[in-house]
């Protein structure tokens, strides 16, 4: 898309997954991106394709400190707000970290970019939000109670930005992600998302545990389509696009299981024997909602949100980059 050559982004946690992805993508278009990361959770690995780039800046700092994310946003133009510490199951297990990182540093960053008069902050929303609300598919405006603290802490992100848009008139959008996958995702670490921890497992042909029946279902959503919904919340200029939230999904749900037959299947095409992996199946986990799936009409019709990829598309393309980087040599 035109119009934003030149511009500086800062992105926070821009050495993580869907951080650094952002990075490579709008630095591909010309613009200067600052990267604030703590590598709590993020890799420099992550960088390398762009880290000797003259219009890339890396600041090692943490948004818990408001000198850090004052220092950031000096002279930005756009912040994409990615960094937390993500995981319900993390944040069972440690509640305090889990609010201080997305709520107390959410706040800082909000302060700092209002200080800085920064254009737009688009921020990592969740679906988690939607909590035990059992409509389907899920609409923006009708959400349940949370069921974890990551789950709060996400709403309250919500709250925040809503507030400093009324009161200050800093321009915000959440971006609700669904289940989103792809490459650089860590399959490391006790809280690795499912999809690279099971490729991981099934390369080694170690049986995936898969929580419940495999009945459970999600909205997986590729990082490619991620990243459209990114640049179009950044840029939008259509009437009532800003200070609200959208989904961030595809909008189609698989179960786990059609998931782990996915998997198989394009992982068979380099290695036939991960074909006979045997599943496992374990107790459900705590916090985590039967089935999800987003409705993305409200994107659509008022950012021109389209997801171009399926979550079949976007395995066989993250299955690949998995086998190059991820397969033991």
């Known amino acids: 898309m035109e119009g934003f050559v030149q511009n500086t982004i800062l992105i926070t946690g821009g050495a993580g997954f869907i951080g650094s992805n952002l990075c490579e993508y709008f630095l591909g278009l010309g613009n200067k991106v600052v990267c604030l990361d703590n590598f709590s ?14 219009n890339f800046k890396l600041i090692e700092g943490d948004i818990r400190n408001i000198d850090d994310c004052n220092l950031a946003v000096k002279g930005v133009d756009y912040v994409l707000h990615q960094a937390a510490l993500g995981s319900v199951p993390r944040s069972i297990n440690d509640p305090v970290t889990t609010n201080d990182v997305n709520v107390s540093g959410f706040l800082n960053m909000l302060v ?45 992100n919500e709250l925040y930005a809503e507030i400093f848009s009324r009161t200050y008139g800093l321009e915000t959008i959440g971006l609700r992600y669904f289940n989103v996958f792809g490459r650089r995702q860590d399959p490391k670490g006790a809280y690795a998302a499912v999809i690279p921890k099971f490729v991981m497992q099934l390369m080694k042909y170690e049986s995936p545990v898969v929580n419940g029946d495999g009945n459970y279902s999600r909205d997986f959503t590729y990082i490619e389509n991620v990243i459209q919904m990114n640049e179009l919340a950044m840029k939008s200029q259509n009437e009532g696009a800003v200070n609200t939230i959208y989904n961030t999904a595809f909008g189609e749900r698989n179960t786990l299981n059609d998931l782990i037959a996915y998997l198989k299947k394009y992982l068979s095409e380099f290695d036939s024997k991960i074909a006979d992996v045997e599943i496992v199946y374990g107790e459900n986990r705590i916090g985590d909602i039967p089935h999800s799936l987003a409705s993305i009409d409200k994107a659509k019709n008022i ?11 976007g395995l066989k393309e993250a299955v690949s980059w998995y086998w190059d980087n991820l397969k033991e040599k």
Do not use: C, W
């Open 303 to 313: 950012l021109g949100y389209n997801p171009k990829y399926s979550l079949q598309d």
């Open 41 to 54: 959770t993020g890799h420099q690995h992550n960088l390398d394709g762009f880290i000797e780039n003259p």
């Open 112 to 156: 700092a970019s209002r200080d800085e008069k920064v254009k737009r902050f688009v921020y990592a929303a969740s679906s988690s939000t939607y909590g035990d609300s059992i409509g389907l598919p899920k609409v923006e405006d009708v959400i349940g109670k949370p069921l974890s603290p990551y789950a709060i802490t996400k709403y309250v």
